[in-house]
């Protein structure tokens, strides 16, 4: 069993920024890709960011040049840089992590909320 716990979410004000943490604990043998979802009011959850052990990312085209994952192995930690927030990004951050032959491991989520 892995535990994820983030960490870092709150209210900014749009064009302000945020920095997500997400830990992951217990059975982090072999943890691959990790990344970051999220889901607003009224929306279908969406695939923020994610990267793989390597440091290869990819991101959301709505948040493409404003937000940055990385990720330290040693301290099996994923995090994620939001930069020039917009309302549209309120929602709540679930980070996950994938093993081999396991699967995905998720987090609790975090809330944030920009306002304008």
């Known amino acids: 069993q892995v535990q994820l716990v983030e960490s870092g979410g709150g209210l900014v004000q749009a064009g302000g920024s945020l920095r997500l943490s997400c830990a992951a604990s217990?059975?982090?043998?072999?943890?691959?890709?990790m990344g970051w979802y999220r889901q607003g009011p009224g929306k279908q959850r969406e695939l923020v960011a994610a990267?793989?052990?390597?440091?290869?990312?990819n991101y959301a085209d709505s948040v493409k040049g404003r937000f940055t994952i990385s990720r330290d192995n040693g301290k099996n930690t994923v995090y994620l840089q939001m930069n020039s927030l917009k309302p549209e990004d309120t929602g709540v951050y679930y980070c996950?992590?994938?093993?081999?032959?396991?699967?995905?491991?998720w987090g609790q989520g975090t809330q944030v909320t920009v306002s304008s």
């Open positions: 990267i793989t052990r390597g440091g290869t990312t």
């Open positions: 217990g059975s982090v043998f072999r943890i691959d890709a």
């Open positions: 996950y992590a994938d093993r081999q032959i396991i699967g995905r491991a």
